[in-house]
Every structure is written in structure tokens, then in C-alpha cells.
T-cell receptor
Framework: TQLLEQSPQFLSIQEGENLTVYCNSS?????LQWYRQEPGEGPVLLVT?????EVKKLKRLTFQFGDARKDSSLHITAAQPGDTGLYLC?????????FGTGTRLTIIP | GAVVSQHPSWVICKSGTSVKIECRSL??????MFWYRQFPKQSLMLMAT?????????EQGVEKDKFLINHASLTLSTLTVTSAHPEDSSFYIC???????????FGQGTRLTVV
């Protein structure tokens, strides 16, 4: 069973700061998705990365897929209170969508 | 688009009763649907995977007789929590895939409270 470890587990920073969260696997990803979940709601898809070394940008969010496709990072520039939420990486394998342990991000105004 | 609607968004039931949660894909055909359970401040734990017209595949430790999953059409899956107990109280979330895209799209979740 593939384990998806995310770090840090919790992160609380001031508005305007930059941050990076990580997703690491015990084996190679076929593809990786990042989701954000707000309290009481379902996760919302942010991005899918497929190719090793791939970088995708979504406004202030930059997603990177490791060259070996065993890790990924999400970098947020100039964080805003609206970025607060639970960030989840997820991997699709054998029809299953398995989630990482999650990073709970709080942006302090 | 890829909209998944889950209903109800919250439900309170008495211990020993059964509760049904519906998950519908509104603008695509969901060949595969997933059901997750989420405890406070934790990630999503996969309970089962269901393909339209087939029996669901349950994850280890999930009681299939307690969590009945039906995926009778390409747009609807249901999760029935039978003989609910307070420890079944949780946030249940469904997601759906169309068999073409790798991504899954999620419902809004159902907050179940068993009293």
C-alpha cells in the first residue's frame, strides 16, 4: 500500500509570507493531484501533475512534481487568509484515489 | 463541468436506525464512485470503491454489511449506514470519476450525528 506523507502537518503563518508544503511517497506516483478542503465541505481539485519535473502555476500557487515522481511540493507566495484550509495530495492507482495525511494551513491576518 | 451533489448535507439519527446518503454526478457519467470517511482534523480515509453495476470493493477494516453501497446507475451511488451507533458519527464524502480523467470530483460531504 502506497503511503502519502505530507509535511508539515500544521502550519500557521502571517498574511503575506511565503510557504511550502510537501507530499512524499514510498513509491512512484502515476499521477498526483492536489486538493484544498475547507471545513464542512468536500475537497476541491487544484491541479494534477503527471510528468516528472513538471511545474504548474495557479495564480500564487506553484506545484512541482519531483523528477523521480515520488514527491511533490506546493508553494504559496504572499499567503492570504483565503488560503486557509486543509491541503491534500492524492494519488490515483488501480482505480483508487488515496489521500495524503494532509497539511492544515492557517493564515493569520 | 464536473459537479457532484451529495445529499443530505447533514443528518441526525437515533442509535439503531439506518441512514442513506446519496451521491449524484450532475453533468458527467460516473463509472467509479468512492466513499470516504473523515474524522475531525484528519485526512480522508477511503471506505470503498464502487463501479456502476458491480459490487463495491471495501477497504480493509470497513464492514460491508454495516456500510451498504449501491451504484446502480452512472449518475447515482448511495451509502447506507445500517444500525447506526454514536461511533459512526463522522463526515462522509463521496467522489466520482468518469473513467477518462484521472481526477475525481467531490460532493459537499454529509455530517452524520448518531445520538
Amino acid at each position: 500500500t502506497q503511503l502519502l506523507e505530507q509535511s508539515p502537518q500544521f502550519l500557521s503563518i502571517q498574511e503575506g509570507e511565503n510557504l511550502t508544503v510537501y507530499c512524499n511517497s514510498s513509491s512512484v506516483f502515476s499521477s498526483l493531484q492536489w486538493y484544498r478542503q475547507e471545513p464542512g465541505e468536500g475537497p476541491v481539485l487544484l491541479v494534477t501533475v503527471v510528468t516528472g519535473g513538471e511545474v504548474k502555476k495557479l495564480k500564487r500557487l506553484t506545484f512541482q512534481f519531483g523528477d523521480a515522481r515520488k514527491d511533490s511540493s506546493l508553494h504559496i507566495t504572499a499567503a492570504q487568509p483565503g488560503d486557509t484550509g486543509l491541503y491534500l495530495c492524492a494519488e490515483s492507482m488501480a482505480q483508487k484515489l488515496t489521500f495524503g495525511t494532509g497539511t492544515r494551513l492557517t493564515i493569520i491576518p | 463541468g464536473a459537479v457532484v451533489s451529495q445529499h443530505p448535507s447533514w443528518v441526525i439519527c437515533k442509535s439503531g436506525t439506518s441512514v442513506k446518503i446519496e451521491c449524484r454526478s450532475l453533468d458527467f457519467q460516473a463509472t467509479t464512485m468512492f466513499w470516504y470517511r473523515q474524522f475531525p482534523k484528519q485526512s480522508l480515509m477511503l471506505m470503498a470503491t464502487s463501479n456502476e453495476g458491480s459490487k463495491a470493493t471495501y477497504e480493509q477494516g470497513v464492514e460491508k454489511d454495516k456500510f451498504l453501497i449501491n451504484h446502480a446507475s452512472l449518475t447515482l451511488s448511495t451509502l447506507t449506514v445500517t444500525s447506526a451507533h454514536p461511533e459512526d458519527s463522522s463526515f462522509y464524502i463521496c467522489s466520482a470519476r468518469d473513467g477518462v480523467r484521472v481526477e475525481a470530483f467531490f460532493g459537499q460531504g454529509t455530517r452524520l450525528t448518531v445520538v
